[in-house]
Nanobody, 126 residues
Framework: QVQLVESGGGLVQAGGSLRLSCAAS????????LGWFRQAPGKEREFVAA????????SYGGSVKGRFTISRKYAKNTAYLQMNSLKPEDTAVYYC???????????????????WGQGTQVTVSS
């Protein structure tokens, strides 16, 4: 089991920045890729970004590429999502997820992820 806890969400004006954190605990000796997804009211969960266990591969959703950056710190079992130039359409609940056993791939497919956090709300005002 891997437990994931997101933090760092909040209310920000358009054009501003936020940094989300995802702290992993439990079976953290396992190798796992980490991903961020988001879900706005009435919409399906959407891929945002992912990073492989090795950190050498990252993937981004088209709507956030160039504005968001995913990273991870192994010593702290933590992943981060730096979000810049935020837009009102970025408003959503953001979820962290772990893809256990994945070393080199940063998958965009939410069905590949084994564990999920509870989510953190991000609201961008216009």
């Amino acid at each position: 089991q891997v437990q994931l806890v997101e933090s760092g969400g909040g209310l920000v004006q358009a054009g501003g920045s936020l940094r989300l954190s995802c702290a992993a605990s439990g079976r953290t000796s396992s190798t796992y890729a980490l991903g961020w997804f988001r879900q706005a009211p009435g919409k399906e969960r959407e891929f945002v970004a992912a990073i492989s266990w090795s950190g050498g591969t990252t993937s981004y959703g088209g709507s956030v590429k160039g504005r968001f950056t995913i990273s991870r710190k192994y010593a702290k079992n933590t992943a981060y999502l730096q979000m810049n130039s935020l837009k009102p359409e970025d408003t959503a609940v953001y979820y962290c997820a772990a893809d256990v056993g994945n070393i080199v791939v940063a998958t965009t497919d939410l069905d590949e992820y084994d564990y999920w956090g509870q989510g953190t709300q991000v609201t961008v005002s216009s």
